[in-house]
C-alpha cells in the first residue's frame, strides 16, 4: 500500500512540478512579454554549459568515477575546438576538436582512476592544473572564428511563445544539450546500458556477477561523458562567444558539480537544477539597481543550497554508493 | 506455501544419482601471500545431489567456491565441470556453463527494483533499446510461482527484509538455466521459519536435477536436506560422510577438530570473587537480528571459563558488548562493583578489561605501526606512555622491549611493521598488549586461530599464568580443544544463550558436541535461535 | 625518492616544451632558479611566496593523514585573511603588538572555524569532504566579495579591497626573510612532532591508517574528523593572516589567495604527506612562481610554462604507474596515499 | 637506496641532456643577453602589467603599443614583465629598476601603491602610472608621472553617438566590476546619450563578481543577449573580456551592423576584436598608447615632470560605418568630442 501512495505521489511530484513552473512561466509571459521571455532565454544560455558539464559528472558518478576534473576538461575543449577553427576555417573542425579534446582528457581520467587505479580526487585535481596550464601558455592572442557558429530556428517549435525563443532559437550546442539530456535520462533509468551504468556505481561486485565488466565499462562511460564536457567547453568559446580567453571557464565546472548534486543526479532534475540556477542569475541582473540585494548572495546561492540539500536531504539525497573506490575483481562484496 | 509442504524430512531418503558427476574439484589449491586458503582440494557432486561443505570461518569454503563461479583463479588443480575442464574465465563464463550463486553478501543492488536486479547482466530489450520491464516483472512472477518464492517484483532491494533479500539472491541464480547451484551461508542470516522454506526449496531443486553446493557451519540444516558432507579445516578436506551415517555431535566434533591435543600445565584454579558478571544480556547483530538473547554467566578471579559452540551462535557479539565495542539492548555487565554496561572500547579497557579481539588482522593490529605502537595502541593516551598528550617515546619502547622479549615475539627489531610479522608473531603482539596491564579481566577471542602450534602454546602458557596471577578469562574458541585444554569451568552456547556449564575436567566430548549441536538430554533437536522482529 | 623521479620527469617534459619554444633549456632553469634564489629581491619574493605555500601544504598534509583530502585550503585561507582584516580594521587604534596577535588568532580561529563545518559535516552527516570543500570555497568567495563591496571596503581605494593594516601592525621582510618565514618552519616542524609525538597525532594516524583497530582502541573517528579538519583550517587561516599583515598590500583585495588551495595539494603530495616535506616542496614551487616573471623577462618565453611544469610534475608524483615504469619496485607504496571516496 | 638511485639516474640523465642539447643562445625574439642599461648610450623602457596579459586586448596591450610606438623614435630599449600576483608588483618594478632602467611603466590602479614606493626609493629611475590618480597631497616624487584619462568624457560621446543611433530608444551596457574607473564610463555614457535623446532608456548592468568580473565573456554575452531581447539596440561593452562577449554577442545577432549597434572601451576594438566588427560603430578610446608615447618622449628629452598628467580620451574612427552613418550624426558628435576636450562642455558626472 504505502509503495502505491509513494509511486503516485512521486510521479505527482514529477509531473506537477515542471507543470507549476511553466504554470508561473506563462503568467510572467502574459504581465511582462518581453521581459519574461528575455530572461528566460538569458537563463537556457546560462544553463546550458552546465547542464553538459553536470551531465558528465553524472555519467561519471553513476558508473562510480568521481569527476572533480570537469572544469579543465571544458576549458581544454573550449581552448581546442576554439584554435581549431580559427587555424582550419572551419567550425565542423573545431566544433570535432572540442569534443575530441573533451573525450581525451575524459580518457586520461579513465585511464589514470580505472586502469591505474589513481585516486580520482587528485586525478581531477591533476586534470584542472594542467588544463590550465596548457591552455595559458599555448594560448595566441589574435585567433577569430572563420564565422560564427549558426543560430538555429527550429521549425514549429521555435515559433511557440516563451519556449520557442528560450530553448528552440539557439545554436547547435544547446539545442544538443536540450536534446541530450531527456535522451540520457531514458538511458540512464529505460535502458540495458543505463541498467548497468548504474549497477556499477552503486555495487559493482553485483554486476560483475552478473557477468559485467565493470572496468571496461566505466572506462568507457568516463570517455564517452567526455563527449558532454567537450560539448560545454565548445558551447563556451564557440557559440556562446566568438573568442577564447584564459580561464574563461570562470568556476563553470565546479558550479556544475554543484549542479549535479542538486539534480541528485538524474539527468532531467540536472536541467530543472541548472535552469534554476539560471533563472536566479537572470533575475539578480534584471533586478539590479532596482532592488538592493547584495549581487553576490545571488551567486553563492547554488553552492550554499547544495551544502544544505547534503546536509539536510543526506539519506533521501545521496550519492552512488560506489563512487570513488577502484573496483579490484574478487576483492568486491 | 505452507511448511508442511516444505519440511526438510521430505526431502530426505532420495536417491543420490550419482553417476554424472556435475561438478568435480581436483587438487584445488589457492594461496592469498603466505596463507593457504586452499589446499588440495578434491570433491565431486553428482545431479541431483546436495553436497554441504561444513566449516569454520576461515576453513576456506568461500575461497573454494569463488574459485568455482570463476571470480578467482585456482593456482594449482582443476575444476571439471560436466567432464569440461576448461578453466572458468569469469563469472559470465560460469554462469553461461550452467552455475548459479547465492552469495553470502548478496550481490544485489540496494537502490534497484528486484526485477531489475534478476535481469542484470541479461536484460531482456523491446526494439532493440528499451528495458522491457514488462517482461523482467513477468519472469519474476513466473520464476517466483515456480520455485515457490514470493517476493514483488518492483520492490526496492533496500526495502526488503533480510529474508525476502534472499529470496530475491536465489532467484536471480535461478533465473539462468542452472545446472549447479553454489549457496555460500544462505541461512546465516534468516529466521527458522525462513530457513526451513528455503531448505525446502532447495530440496525441491535437487529433485528435480539441479546439484547444490550448501555452504554453512549449522549442523541442523546440513543433517536436514544434505546427502554427503565435506568437512573443511583449515583449507583442507578433513572428511567426507554422507548424512545417513552421523550425526550432529560427531559432525561438531568433525569441524572443531582433534589433530592436536595440547596439553597445558596447570594446577586446580582457586576462584576467588566475581569479576566479570553479565547478566541478561541481549544483543543484536549487525544486521539487526538478536545474537545474543538472554545471555548470563560469571568469571571470578583466578578462573579461566571457556565459551564452547558452533560459530554463530552469538560469541563475536557477546564479546564485543562486553569489550564495549557493540551497545546490549538490554542486561547488564558488570566488572566486580562497576557497572560497564554502556562503557566504550577506551573506558573498558581502561577500566581494567583486556580484549584479544578475534580478526586480528582487522582491529588487532595497525599494520603498517611498529611493534612498539602496536603494543600501546590500547593505552597510548595514559601515563607513562604519555603525559599532557605528548608521547613518551622512550617508555613507549622500553615496553616494547620487555614485551617482545617476555612474549618472544620474533621480529628483527621493535621498530619492524607489525605487518611485517607472522601470524603467530602478530597475535603475539596482540597478546602481549592486553595482558600488559595485567587486567583483571581478560576476553580473549580465539586467541590462537591461524597460529602456529610455537605461538599456541607461548599464549596458553601466559592465559594459565595470568590466571594463575589472579585474573578473570573469558575464552570464547571455534576450537573445542582449546577451550577444553584451558578452561576450568565450559560454558556451552547455542543460539546466543547458555544450554549448560560444565566443570572443565569432566567434560565428555560427545555430550559438548550434543550440546552445541542444540541438543539438550531429552529434548529433541530444535532450533531456538530467534529473531527478535521476524 | 618518487618525488624526485617526478621532478626530474616533469622538468624533462618542461624542457622539451622551452625547446620548442627556441629557448635552451639550461639557460631558462637557470635563468629561472638563479633569480628565485640568488638574487635578493627575488629571494624576497620566494620566501614570501613559502610562506603561505608551507602552511596551505599542510592544510592538506595534516587531514591526508587521516585519508581525508581538504581541497578547501583556499577557502580557509581566503576567510582567515578576510577575519585578520576585519580585526586588524576594528583594532586600528590599538598599539601595533596588540592588532598583529589579535590578527592572527582571528586568522586562525576563522579558517578553523571555516575547514571545521566542512569536518562536522563529514562527521555528522557523512558528507564527503572533497564536495563540502568545493562548495566552500566558492560560498567564502561570495561572501568576501560582498564584505569588500560592503561592510568592510576601503572607500579610498578604487577597486574592492579592504582597508589597510595600519602601520604599526605592519610587519615588512627583515632583509630578505619576510616575517612569516621563521612561522611557517616552526608550524611545519610543529606539525611534524605533533604527528609523530603526540596522542593527538598518534589518534589521527590510527585513524588513517586502520579505523576499525582505531575504533577497537577507543579512538571516536568523528571527533578526530573534526579536530583534524579543524588544525588544517587554520594553519591555511594562519597564512592568510600572515599574508595580511607581512606581505604588501598589507589588505585583502581580489587575488590575494592566487591558486594557494591547489599548489598546497601539489606541495602536500611532492611532499609525500610529511609536514617537514612541504618546506622543500613550497620552497620549489614559490621559486617557480616567483621567478616565472623574470624568466619570461629574460627569455620571452610565456610564464606559464611553470604551471606546465608544476602540473606535469604533481601528474608524475600521483601517477604509480609511471612512476612504475621508471621504478619496479616502488610502486604499491605509491598508490595508497590517500584514501577512496566512499568508506 | 643504492639500487633506487641509479634507477633514478637515467632520468636525470635524460633531463640534463634534454637541458644541454640547446643552442648557446636564448632565442625567439628576446636577447638573453641583457642589455646594459645602467650605460647612458641605451635608453631602457621596463613595463609592469597589472595582472593581465600583455596581450589584453585592452589596457596593458594599448600601454604596450605606446611603449613600441616610442621604441624607435627613442632608440630604446624595451622589455615587459607579467606578474602572477599582487604581491609580486614590487619585486617586479625592482627587477627594472636594479637592472637600471631610464623609465619604468606600471599599468593600471592596482599597480599604484608599489608604484608610489618604488618611485621613492629610485628617485634616478622615472615611472609613469597609467591609470593612476596620484594623491598629490601625499606623492610628491617629481620622478613619478600618474596618467590618467577623463574616461567620463569618452563615456560621454559614445552616450551621445549611441542616443543618436538608437532607434528603440532603450540603449545598454555591459559592464565589469562596479568600481570607479567602470562607472566613470557607464555614468557618462548615460550622461551622453541622455543629452543626445533625452527620452532614451539607458540600461547597464555589472558583473556580479564572485571570481573574475572582468573575464568573464559568457556573462557578458549573456547579459547582451537579454538586454538586446528587451529592446537594446546599442550596447557598449565595458570591462575587458567580459565587455568583449557583449560586443561580439550583439556582432552575431541578426540586425548586427543595421540595426543594432555596439561600441568598444579603452582602445579601438575595430582593431583588437576583430569579431565585433560587424557591430561596432566606434569605441570609446582612452588615447593610453598616445599618452605613454608622448610621455616616454618627454622623458627621453628630459623633460617629464611628476605628478598627474591628464591624458586624452576619445572616440575612434567608425571604420566602415564612416558611410553608414548619416553625416548630420557625425556633425553633432564630432562638435561634442571637440567641446568636451577644450572644456567647453562638462559631463557633470559623479561618483
Known amino acids: 500500500m504505502a509503495g502505491i501512495v509513494t509511486w503516485q505521489f512521486r510521479h505527482l511530484l514529477a509531473i506537477g512540478t515542471p507543470l507549476l513552473i511553466l504554470i508561473a512561466a506563462y503568467l510572467f509571459y502574459f504581465v511582462d512579454q518581453t521581459v519574461a521571455t528575455s530572461m528566460c532565454a538569458n537563463a537556457w544560455f546560462f544553463a546550458v554549459p552546465l547542464v553538459l558539464g553536470a551531465l558528465t559528472g553524472v555519467i561519471g558518478e553513476r558508473s562510480g568515477v568521481v569527476n572533480i576534473g570537469i ?32 573525450v581525451a582528457m575524459g580518457a586520461f581520467l579513465a585511464w589514470t582512476t580505472v586502469t591505474a587505479r589513481m585516486d580520482q580526487i587528485i586525478a581531477g585535481v591533476a586534470i584542472n592544473i594542467v588544463a590550465t596550464g596548457i591552455t595559458s601558455f599555448f594560448y595566441k592572442s589574435g585567433a577569430q572564428l572563420p564565422v560564427n557558429m549558426p543560430q538555429w530556428n527550429v521549425p514549429v517549435l521555435s515559433k511557440i511563445p516563451l519556449i520557442g525563443e528560450t530553448f528552440f532559437q539557439t545554436g547547435p550546442i544547446a539545442l544538443f544539450a536540450l536534446l541530450i539530456a531527456p535522451v540520457l535520462h531514458f538511458a540512464m533509468f529505460r535502458t540495458r546500458w543505463g541498467l548497468r551504468t548504474r549497477a556499477i556505481g552503486e555495487y559493482p561486485s553485483a554486476a560483475d556477477t552478473a557477468g559485467i565488466n565493470v572496468n571496461r565499462m566505466r572506462f568507457v562511460n568516463v570517455v564517452l561523458a567526455g563527449i558532454l564536457a567537450g560539448a560545454a567547453g565548445t558551447y563556451l568559446s564557440m557559440e556562446a562567444t566568438s573568442s577564447f580567453s584564459r580561464g574563461m571557464t570562470a568556476g563553470r ?78 576483492e568486491g562484496q | 506455501m505452507t511448511q508442511a509442504e516444505s519440511r526438510p524430512e521430505a526431502a530426505r531418503g532420495r536417491p543420490p544419482s550419482t553417476e554424472e558427476r556435475v561438478l568435480e574439484l581436483q587438487g584445488l589449491s589457492k594461496s592469498y601471500g603466505a596463507v593457504h586458503a586452499n589446499s588440495d582440494i578434491t570433491l565431486h557432486i553428482g545431479r541431483g545431489e546436495i553436497v554441504a561443505l561444513l566449516g569454520e570461518n576461515g576453513a576456506g569454503k568461500s575461497t573454494l567456491v569463488k574459485q568455482i563461479f570463476g571470480l578467482t583463479r585456482p593456482d594449482a588443480g582443476r575444476i571439471v565441470i560436466k567432464g569440461d575442464s576448461t578453466p572458468i574465465k569469469d563469472p559470465k563464463d560460469a554462469i553461461r556453463r550452467g552455475i548459479g550463486m547465492v552469495h553470502q553478501h548478496f550481490q544485489l543492488v540496494p537502490v534497484m527494483t528486484v526485477a531489475e536486479n534478476l535481469i542484470l547482466g541479461h536484460e531482456p530489450v523491446r526494439g532493440g533499446i528499451r528495458l522491457d520491464l514488462a517482461a523482467a516483472r513477468m519472469m519474476v512472477r513466473e520464476l517466483s510461482e515456480k520455485h515457490g518464492l514470493a517476493v514483488d517484483p518492483d520492490a526496492r532491494i533496500e526495502d526488503l527484509p533480510v529474508g525476502a533479500q534472499q529470496r530475491v539472491e536465489i532467484l536471480k541464480a535461478l533465473s539462468h538455466r542452472v545446472d549447479l547451484l553454489i549457496l555460500d551461508e544462505p541461512t546465516a542470516v534468516l529466521t527458522p521459519q525462513e530457513t526451513d522454506e528455503l531448505l525446502g526449496v532447495l530440496s525441491e531443486l535437487a529433485a528435480a536435477g539441479t546439484a547444490i553446493v550448501f555452504i554453512t557451519h549449522k549442523l541442523r540444516e546440513v ?103 557493540r551497545s546490549p539492548l538490554s542486561g547488564t555487565v558488570r566488572l566486580g562493583d562497576r557497572d560497564i554496561t554502556r562503557f566504550n572500547a577506551a573506558d573498558t579497557n581502561a577500566a581494567g578489561v583486556g580484549h584479544i579481539p578475534e580478526d586480528r588482522e582487522r582491529h588487532g593490529i595497525v599494520a603498517s605501526y611498529s611493534i612498539a605502537d602496536n603494543l600501546v595502541l590500547n593505552c597510548f593516551d595514559s601515563e607513562p606512555y604519555s603525559r599532557h598528550w605528548i608521547r613518551n617515546i622512550s617508555a613507549i619502547r622500553e615496553h616494547a622491549i620487555a614485551l617482545r622479549a617476555e612474549f618472544d615475539i620474533r621480529s628483527a627489531s621493535i621498530d619492524a611493521t607489525a605487518g611485517s610479522l607472522s601470524g603467530g608473531n602478530k597475535q603475539k603482539v596482540v597478546v602481549a598488549r592486553e595482558m600488559a596491564a595485567r587486567p583483571r579481566l581478560l576476553v580473549a577471542a580465539q586467541p590462537t586461530r591461524g597460529v602456529d602450534i610455537g605461538a599456541i602454546e607461548l599464549i596458553h602458557r601466559r592465559i594459565v599464568e595470568a ?45 559438548i558436541g550434543r550440546l552445541m549441536a542444540g541438543e539438550r538430554p531429552g529434548v529433541p533437536p530444535t532450533d531456538h535461535r530467534s529473531d527478535g522482529e521476524s | 625518492m618518487v618525488p624526485l623521479v617526478a621532478l626530474a620527469a616533469a622538468f624533462s617534459v618542461g624542457a622539451l616544451l622551452i625547446r620548442s619554444q627556441g629557448v635552451n633549456p639550461a639557460y631558462a632553469y637557470e635563468s629561472l632558479f638563479s633569480y628565485a634564489l640568488l638574487d635578493g629581491s627575488g629571494l624576497t619574493a620566494t620566501l614570501q611566496k613559502v610562506v603561505p605555500l608551507v602552511l596551505c601544504g599542510l592544510a592538506v598534509a595534516i587531514p591526508l593523514r587521516l585519508g581525508l583530502f581538504n581541497i578547501g585550503g583556499q577557502g580557509q585561507f581566503m576567510v582567515g585573511a578576510i577575519g585578520a582584516a576585519a580585526a586588524a580594521y576594528a583594532l586600528r587604534s590599538a598599539p601595533g603588538i596588540v592588532t598583529i596577535i589579535v590578527t592572527m588568532v582571528v586568522g586562525v580561529l576563522a579558517g578553523s572555524m571555516w575547514a571545521s563545518i566542512a569536518g562536522l559535516l563529514k562527521a555528522a552527516r557523512g558528507v564527503h569532504e572533497v564536495i563540502s570543500t568545493i562548495m566552500l570555497n566558492s560560498v567564502a568567495g561570495g561572501l568576501i566579495d560582498w564584505m569588500l563591496n560592503g561592510p568592510l571596503a576601503d572607500e579610498q581605494v578604487p577597486y574592492p579591497a579592504s582597508h589597510a593594516v595600519p602601520g604599526s601592525a605592519q610587519l615588512p621582510p627583515i632583509g630578505v626573510v619576510p616575517i612569516g618565514l621563521p612561522v611557517a618552519v616552526t608550524l611545519a616542524v610543529a606539525t611534524a612532532w605533533l604527528l609523530r609525538r603526540t596522542t593527538i597525532g598518534f589518534r589521527f594516524e590510527t585513524v588513517g591508517r586502520n579505523r576499525y583497530a582505531a575504533s577497537y582502541a577507543g579512538i571516536s573517528i568523528r571527533t578526530t574528523t573534526v579536530v583534524a579538519m579543524g588544525i588544517a583550517g587554520g594553519c591555511a587561516g594562519l597564512s592568510g593572516g600572515i599574508e595580511l599583515v607581512g606581505v604588501e598590500p598589507y589588505r585583502y583585495q581580489d587575488g590575494i589567495a592566487a591558486s594557494l588551495g591547489f599548489d598546497g595539494i601539489t606541495i602536500a603530495l611532492l611532499a609525500r604527506g610529511n609536514p617537514i616535506g612541504t618546506i622543500p616542496a613550497a620552497l620549489l614551487v614559490a621559486a617557480m612562481r616567483a621567478g616565472a616573471p623574470h624568466l619570461a623577462l629574460d627569455t620571452g618565453l610565456r610564464p606559464e610554462i611553470v ?17 612504475k615504469l621508471i621504478f619496479r619496485k616502488h610502486a604499491a607504496k605509491g598508490s595508497q596515499l590517500a584514501s577512496s571516496w566512499g568508506a | 637506496m643504492r639500487s633506487k638511485f641509479v634507477l633514478s639516474a637515467p632520468v636525470f640523465v635524460l633531463a640534463l641532456g634534454l637541458a644541454g642539447c640547446g643552442g648557446s643562445t636564448g632565442g625567439a625574439g628576446s636577447g638573453a643577453t641583457p642589455t646594459d642599461c645602467s650605460s647612458s648610450e641605451t635608453f631602457c623602457v621596463g613595463l609592469v602589467t597589472d595582472g593581465s596579459k600583455i596581450d589584453d ?51 593600471g590602479f592596482l599597480t599604484a601603491d608599489p608604484t608610489v614606493a618604488a618611485a621613492a626609493q629610485n628617485p634616478g629611475t622615472k615611472f609613469i602610472g597609467v591609470d593612476q590618480l596620484l594623491d598629490t597631497e601625499k606623492v610628491k616624487s617629481p620622478n613619478l608621472t600618474g596618467l590618467t ?93 567580459t565587455g568583449n562577449g557583449a560586443l561580439n554577442e550583439v556582432a552575431k545577432s541578426s540586425g548586427a551592423g543595421t540595426t543594432r549597434f555596439c561600441i568598444g572601451v579603452d582602445v579601438d576594438q575595430w582593431g583588437t576584436l576583430p569579431e565585433a566588427r560587424p557591430c561596432l560603430v566606434t569605441s570609446a578610446e582612452k588615447l593610453i598608447s598616445d599618452g605613454v608615447a608622448e610621455l616616454l618622449g618627454q622623458a627621453g628629452d628630459g623633460t617629464l615632470k611628476g605628478g598627474n598628467f591628464l591624458g586624452k580620451t576619445g572616440i575612434s574612427q567608425f571604420h566602415d560605418f564612416d558611410d553608414k552613418i548619416p553625416a548630420d550624426v557625425k556633425a553633432k558628435v564630432e562638435d561634442v568630442v571637440k567641446k568636451l576636450a577644450d572644456g567647453s562642455l562638462q559631463t557633470n558626472v559623479v561618483l
Not at chain 1, 285 to 293: A, E, F, N, P
Open chain 1, 71 to 102: 572544469e579543465g576538461q571544458m576549458l581544454t575543449a573550449a581552448f581546442a575546438s576554439f584554435f581549431t577553427a580559427a587555424a582550419t576555417k572551419s567550425l565542423v573542425a573545431g566544433v570535432a576538436a572540442g569534443i575530441l579534446a573533451g
Open chain 1, 253 to 330: 565546472g565546479f558550479l556544475a558539480l554543484a549542479i549535479m548534486i542538486f539534480g541528485a543526479w538524474r539527468p532531467l532534475r540536472v536541467v530543472a537544477a541548472a535552469l534554476f540556477f539560471g533563472f536566479a542569475n537572470a533575475l539578480a541582473s534584471q533586478l539590479q539597481g532596482v532592488v538592493d540585494i547584495p549581487q553576490q548572495f545571488v551567486t553563492l546561492l547554488p553552492y550554499v543550497l547544495t551544502l544544505a540539500v547534503l546536509a539536510i536531504a543526506a539519506g533521501r539525497v545521496r550519492a552512488p554508493a560506489a563512487e570513488g573506490v577502484p573496483f579490484i575483481k574478487g
Open chain 2, 223 to 325: 543433517l536436514a536436506v544434505a546427502d554427503r558432507v565435506y568437512v573443511l579445516r583449515r583449507g583442507r578436506v578433513v572428511g567426507t560422510v554422507p548424512t545417513d551415517e552421523t550425526d550432529a555431535a560427531r559432525l561438531a566434533t568433525m569441524m572443531v577438530g582433534h589433530d592436536v591435543i595440547l596439553r597445558v600445565d596447570k594446577k586446580p584454579s582457586t576462584p576467588g570473587k566475581a569479576v566479570l558478571s553479565v547478566r541478561d544480556l541481549v544483543v543484536r547483530d549487525n544486521r539487526r537480528l538478536t545474537a545474543v538473547d538472554g545471555f548470563s554467566i560469571e568469571v571470578r578471579a583466578g578462573e579461566i571459563v571457556g565459551i564452547a559452540g558452533v560459530e554463530g551462535n552469538g560469541q563475536r557479539e557477546l564479546v564485543e558488548a562486553i569489550a564495549g565495542m
Open chain 2, 467 to 511: 590466571r594463575d596471577a589472579g585474573a578473570a578469562v573469558l575464552l570464547v574458541s571455534a576450537e573445542l580443544d582449546e577451550v577444553l585444554s584451558l578452561a576450568d569451568r565450559v560454558a556451552v552456547i547455542h543460539a546466543g544463550k547458555v544450554v549448560a556449564e560444565l566443570p572443565g575436567d569432566l567434560v565428555d566430548r560427545a555430550e
Open chain 3, 307 to 323: 604551471d606546465m611544469v608544476l602540473a606535469i610534475t604533481l601528474l608524475f608524483v600521483s601517477l604509480p604507474l609511471v612512476v
Open chain 4, 57 to 107: 586586448k585592452s589596457f596593458n596591450q594599448a600601454a604596450w603599443a605606446g611603449v613600441q610606438k616610442a621604441k624607435d623614435s627613442l632608440g630604446a630599449y624595451v622589455r615587459y614583465i607579467e606578474p602572477a600576483e599582487a604581491k609580486d608588483y614590487a619585486a617586479s618594478i625592482k627587477q627594472f629598476t636594479d637592472q637600471k632602467y631610464d623609465v619604468v611603466i606600471t599599468v
Open chain 4, 149 to 241: 584619462f577623463p574616461a567620463d568624457q569618452a563615456g560621454y560621446a559614445v552616450g551621445y553617438l549611441a542616443g543618436l543611433l538608437t532607434k528603440t530608444g532603450k540603449v545598454g551596457a555591459i559592464n565589469g566590476l562596479e568600481i570607479p574607473p567602470v562607472q566613470k564610463y557607464f555614468k557618462g555614457y548615460e550622461a551622453g546619450a541622455k543629452a543626445s535623446n533625452p527620452k532614451v532608456e539607458v540600461v547597464g548592468v555589472y558583473h556580479p563578481a564572485g571570481g573574475q568580473p572582468f573575464n568573464d565573456p559568457v556573462w557578458g554575452a549573456g547579459e547582451a543577449k537579454k538586454q538586446l531581447s528587451q529592446g537594446v539596440d546599442v550596447i557598449f561593452g565595458i570591462g575587458s573580456n
